[in-house]
C-alpha cells in the first residue's frame, strides 16, 4: 500500500465542500457513430491529486483522458481545466502534457533532444534549456544517456525518458496512459513508488489510465472506475475496496463472494436470506429497505475456513474442492452442497501446518456480520 | 538449404540472370566498341565518348531531360507525399475510397492515354508545348508512384509521435515538419528517386507532350536509332544505365538501413 506520510494522511480536497475542483468534467459524452465511448459523465479532480482511471479496456478511460490532452472533441458537455473551458483549444495550447502508452518518443533524436522539443516549441533561450534538461535528466536518473536515441535504451530507461519529456514543461496536469504498462512486473513495482514520489515532490496534479487495479490502488488518491463509458464509483483505493458502490466495483476490484438474496428483518437486526434458504447476519443493509432483492459481498479474506462448525451465525458447509497457493497466501474454494462455490484465503503465517486442509475435506466458511457489503445494484 | 547449391538452381539463376541482363551488357561492351558498326568489334576504345561529348544535339537533350526529370521529382515527391499524408490520415472523410482510387489510377493507365489526354488538355487550353508541358506530365504520372512508397511507410507509422509532438506544444505543422516528416523521410527520398528515374527514361509521354526546343534524351535516343544504331548512343545508354543503377543501389540502401533501425526500435520495445 501507499507509503502514507502525514501529510499526505489529511489530503483529501474532494471531502471539504469549499475546494475548487481543478479539472470538471461536466456531462462529457463521446460518441463514435453509434457507439459511446464516454456517456454522460461528469467528474471532478482537484489540485494536486493522483486520480486513476481504472476500467477494463474499451470502458472509456483513454478517451475520456485524450479529450483533457486535446486529442478527441466530446460529442457534448465541458471540460473545465482551472475554471477555463477547454472546447476548441488544440493540444499545443492546452497547459497539459501526456505520457503516451507507446512512449511516442521522437525515434530521430536523442533522449535530450526529446526533452527539449517542447521547450524549444516554447521558444526558450537555449542555456535554459539546457539547464532544465540536465535537470529533468537527473530526476530520472538518466544523465549519462543524454546523447542516445532511443532504440539504444531498455524499455525501462524509455519509459523514463517519456516521463522527463512530459514533465518538462512544468505542465498543470500530466496525463498519464498506462504509464507503467510495457515494464515487467518487478520494474513496475518499483516504478509505482518512483511515479507517487515524483508527483508529491512536484506538487503536480497526476490523471494516470490504468487497466490493473494493483496499480491504481498503489498509486492513486482516488480511483473512479469506469464501465461502459460511465463511472461507476469515484472514491479513495480503501473505499473502492471495502465499501464498493456496485456490484460490478465488487467484482472489478479484487475478487469477491457474491451471494443474492432479500433483506429482511428479525428481530436480531437485518438479514440477507438467500435462495437456498441460508440466512446472513447483516450489521449495515446500506441503501437496501426490507423485501429488496440485494447482494452480500464478502471478501475471501474475510471469510474463515475451519474444520469445525464456528460459534458464528454466518457459516455453511462445504467440500474443498481446489486451493490455490501463492506463498504468502492460500485461497480455498469451497464447493457448497448446492453447488455454488465460496472462496475464502488465509494468510500463511506458520511454515507449516498440522492438519491442513486438503482436497475433498468438508470444512465450515464463515464470515461476521460486518464482513460484506449489501449491494443493490 | 543454405550453403548447399543445387545444380539446377545454379542453371536457373545463370538463366535468368543472362535473359535479364545479357542485351544490357552486350549494349555496354559495344559502347567501347572501335568499330563505327555496331556489332563488328574492332578493339577496345573510349572514341565514342568523345564524340558523344561533341554531339550539341545529345548534350542539350541530356540537359533537358536532366532538369525535367530534378524538377518533376521533387514536385511530384511533394504533391505525392501530401496525398499520401492526406490518404491515411483523414481515414473518414467522405470520398475517400474515390480520392485514393484516382490517385492510384494513372498506375495502370497505358501511357499511351496519360499522354494522349494530356495532349488534348494542353492543346485545349493553348498551353504551348515545350519544357513546362513535359514537367508536367511527368509530375502527373509519377506523383502517384511517389504517394504509393510515402503511404506505405505512413500506414506503419505511429500517429502518437505526431500527436506527442502537438501535445508538447508543436503546432500541426512543426510538428509535422519537425517529426513525422524526418521520420519517414527515407520513404520519401526513394519516391523521389523513383520519380527521377520515371521522368529520365520516359518516352512516351514526352513523346505526346513536349514541344520544339524541349527533346528529351529518350526523344533523342529514339530517333537516332531510327537512323541507325550507332556506337554513339551506346555509350549514352551506358552513362544513362549507371546514372539509374546508382539511384537504385542507393534507393535500396537507404531502405535497407530504414529496415535495420525499424527492426531495432521494434525488438526493444
Partial sequence: MKSLGSTRRTFAPWADPDAKPFIRFENVSKRFGDFAAVDNLSLDIYEREFFALLGASGCGKT?????????????????????????????????????????????????????????????????????????????????????????????GQRQRVALARSLA??????????????????????????????????????????????????????????DKGQVEQVAPPQEIYEAPASRFVADFVGSINMFEGTLIREAGGPQLKDRSGLAFDIADSGDASPGETAWLAVRPEKVRISRERPEVQNAIDGEVWDI??????????????????????????????????????RAWISFSADAGVVLTR | MAGTWGRFNVVALVLGFAFLYLPIVLLIIFSFNESRLVTVWAGFSTRWYGEMLNNRGLL????????????????????????????????????????????????????????????????????????????????????????????????????????????????????????TLPVIMPAVIAGWMLAFTLSLDDLVIASFTSGPGATTLPMKIYSQVRLGVTPEINAVCTILIGIVAIGVIITSLVNKRREVLRRREEATP
Fill in chain 1, 324 to 361: 490455490a497457493y501463492f506463498g504468502d497466501m492460500t485461497v480455498y474454494n469451497v464447493r457448497l452442497d448446492d453447488g455454488r462455490v465460496v472462496k475464502a484465503s488465509t494468510i500463511n503465517s506458520l511454515r507449516r501446518l498440522e492438519d491442513a486442509l486438503t482436497w475433498h475435506d
Fill in chain 2, 60 to 179: 542539350d537533350a541530356a540537359w533537358v531531360t536532366a532538369r525535367v526529370a530534378f524538377l518533376s521529382a521533387t514536385v511530384a515527391t511533394v504533391l505525392g507525399t501530401m496525398a499520401a499524408v492526406a490518404l491515411t490520415r483523414y481515414v473518414r472523410f467522405r470520398g475517400r475510397l474515390l480520392f485514393s482510387g484516382m490517385v492510384f489510377a494513372p498506375l495502370v493507365m497505358p501511357e499511351v492515354i496519360t499522354g494522349l489526354s494530356l495532349l488534348l488538355l494542353f492543346v485545349a487550353i493553348g498551353f504551348d508545348r515545350g519544357f513546362a508541358t513535359v514537367t508536367l506530365a511527368h509530375i502527373t504520372f509519377s506523383m502517384c508512384f511517389v504517394a504509393v512508397v510515402v503511404q506505405s511507410r505512413l500506414i506503419s507509422f505511429d500517429e502518437s509521435l505526431e500527436e506527442a509532438a502537438m501535445d508538447l506544444g508543436a503546432t500541426p505543422a512543426k510538428a509535422f515538419f519537425q517529426v
Fill in chain 1, 169 to 226: 514543461k512544468r505542465p498543470k496536469v500530466l496525463l498519464l496512459d498506462e504509464p507503467l504498462g510495457a515494464l515487467d512486473k518487478k520494474l513496475r513495482e518499483e516504478t509505482q513508488f518512483e511515479l507517487v514520489d515524483l508527483q508529491y515532490e512536484l506538487g503536480l496534479t497526476f490523471m494516470v489510465v490504468t487497466h490493473d487495479q494493483e496499480e491504481a490502488m498503489t498509486m492513486a488518491d482516488r480511483i473512479a472506475v469506469m
Fill in chain 1, 63 to 155: 478517451t475520456l483522458l485524450r479529450m483533457l490532452g486535446g486529442f478527441e472533441r466530446p460529442t457534448s458537455g465541458r471540460i473545465l481545466l482551472d475554471g477555463q473551458n477547454m472546447l476548441g483549444i488544440p493540444p499545443h495550447r492546452r497547459p497539459v502534457n501526456m505520457m503516451f502508452q507507446s512512449y511516442a518518443l521522437f525515434p530521430h533524436m536523442t533522449v535530450e533532444g526529446n526533452i527539449a522539443f517542447g521547450l524549444k516549441q516554447e521558444g526558450m533561450p537555449k542555456a535554459e534549456i539546457a539547464e532544465r534538461v540536465q535537470r529533468m535528466l537527473k530526476l530520472v536518473k538518466l544523465e549519462s544517456f543524454a546523447k542516445r536515441k532511443p532504440h539504444q535504451l531498455s524499455g
